[in-house]
């Protein structure tokens, strides 16, 4: 079974900027497209960034220009550079496929505040 582990977390002021990571425990990683998703408290998890097999990327509308999804394949990892964070972006972060399966991580939280 597929696993995925996030870090790089935190609470972080208006303006700032995080990286997160994370690590997945498929043998066929670099074959996937891969996403990072969120969920605020009481929304639906939504997809905010996705890169396919060979580096294409794709954003939701809220976060072209301030977040960048990348790859590692002989790591098999997935980061997340997040800048010019807002309070809207305050939310557990999951990485999984995409589409997605069903096994999701724990997350990390992200707290965007003054």
């Known amino acids: 079974q597929v696993q995925f582990v996030e870090s790089g977390g935190g609470l972080v002021q208006p303006g700032g900027s995080l990286r997160l990571s994370c690590a997945a425990s498929?043998?066929?990683?670099?074959?996937?497209?891969m996403g990072w998703y969120r969920q605020a408290p009481a929304k639906q998890r939504e997809l905010v960034a996705a890169?396919?097999?060979?580096?294409?990327?794709d954003y939701e509308d809220s976060v072209k220009g301030r977040f960048t999804i990348s790859r590692d394949n002989a790591k098999k990892e997935v980061d997340l550079q997040m800048n010019s964070l807002k309070p809207e972006d305050t939310a557990v972060y999951y990485c999984?496929?995409?589409?997605?399966?069903?096994?999701w991580g724990q997350g990390t939280q992200v707290t965007v505040s003054s």
């Open positions: 498929a043998s066929l990683f670099s074959i996937y497209t």
């Open positions: 890169i396919t097999s060979s580096g294409n990327t």
């Open positions: 999984n496929t995409r589409p997605f399966i069903n096994s």
